[in-house]
């Protein structure tokens, strides 16, 4: 993984290239990594597959997201996650 000094990274997120292509934005394995580095740290961090799960689904049912965009400008909050 190559990552620049202007680059935010964090220790469980994905890389994903930067590109102008829809083509290559729109791309399932693209916006995948992307969806997952928007996920909060301490969601990203759990181990145990039906925990994640759990978690992921209260998440996404307490926001109820209409597009990808609104997703992505969402801040967590990670007190509510921790609560679940």
Do not use: G
């Not at 994905?14 to 394995?29: E, K, M």
């Not at 996920?39 to 997201?65: C, G, Q, R, S, W």
Request: include cysteine; charge should be positive.
């Amino acid at each position: 993984m190559y990552v620049t000094r202007n680059t935010k990274y964090n220790e469980n997120d994905l890389f994903v290239a930067p590109c102008r292509n829809t083509n290559f934005v729109q791309n399932p394995l693209n916006m995948l990594a992307r969806i997952w580095n928007q996920l909060p740290e301490n969601l990203k961090a759990i181990e145990n597959v039906k925990l994640f799960t759990k978690k992921l689904k209260l998440l996404l049912l307490d926001k109820m997201f209409y597009d990808m965009h609104e997703f992505f400008s969402c801040k967590f909050d990670v007190k509510v996650i921790n609560d679940q």
